[in-house]
């Protein structure tokens, strides 16, 4: 199964600041996903990335807000932008070859907005 | 909407007890997967199980798709401290899509 890299690890951001993570991944993938996990609960899906299209995003989750950048079949980043403390959560993102597969996450970005 | 219950959302038992965890859903899945999380890290896939009624075993583990493919079981025999974590189900959906359920964390004590 793939391995991806993903940092930060975690961070502390001033509040209306923004935070880029990235995944690395090694070996190429066509979709890529980005989750959010808030303290002590489940995932939740924000958008999928392919490489060379825009993403699609999940209800209640906006572009302007959580602009991804997919540039090859191997990289991914997620901005978290204008953060407010309600922004606070783990962000993962993850590779995977269908639903019946399963899928291989990163190690996630904690993030405390202050 | 999709949504799957976990149950319990807390469990804490004794090391060697046995225990199972509920995913449950009104929807219907074409396929159910069983992740574990721990601390610091991303979730990391135990099964994929794909048929109604299907039984898959891993270990001390013992998963269980239900015939209608809208809830699955998860059991541990024996737990160790070692099996301490986050579980959680997740039903997938359309060809790449997945949806979480609500987790279940286990304490196991020594």
């Known amino acids: 199964s793939a391995v991806i890299s993903q940092k930060p690890s975690r961070d502390i951001c001033q509040r209306g600041t923004s935070l880029t993570i990235q995944c690395q991944v090694d070996?190429?993938?066509?979709?890529m996903f980005w989750y959010r996990q808030q303290p002590g609960q489940s995932l939740t899906l924000i958008a999928t990335a392919n490489q060379g299209s825009e993403a699609t995003y999940e209800s209640g989750f906006v572009i302007d807000k959580f602009p991804i950048s997919r540039p090859n079949l191997t990289f991914s980043t997620l901005t978290v932008s204008n953060m407010s403390p309600e922004d606070s959560s783990i962000y993962l993102c993850?590779?995977?070859?269908?639903?019946?597969?399963?899928?291989?996450f990163g190690s996630g970005t904690r993030l405390t907005v202050v | 909407t999709q949504l799957l219950k976990q149950s319990p959302q807390f469990l804490s038992i004794q090391e060697g007890e046995n225990l199972t965890v509920y995913c449950n859903s009104s929807?219907?899945?074409?396929?159910l997967q069983w992740y574990r999380q721990e601390p610091g890290e991303g979730p990391v896939l135990l099964v994929t199980v794909v048929t109604g009624g299907e039984v898959k075993k891993l270990k001390r583990l013992t998963f269980q798709f239900g015939d209608a493919r809208k809830d699955s079981s998860l059991h541990i025999t024996a737990a160790q401290p070692g099996d301490t974590g986050l579980y959680l189900c997740a039903g997938g959906y359309g060809a790449n899509n997945l949806f979480f359920g609500t987790g279940t964390r286990l304490t196991v004590i020594p």
């Open positions: 070996s190429q993938v066509t979709m």
């Open positions: 929807s219907v899945f074409s396929s």
């Open positions: 993850s590779v995977g070859t269908g639903g019946n597969y399963g899928y291989t």
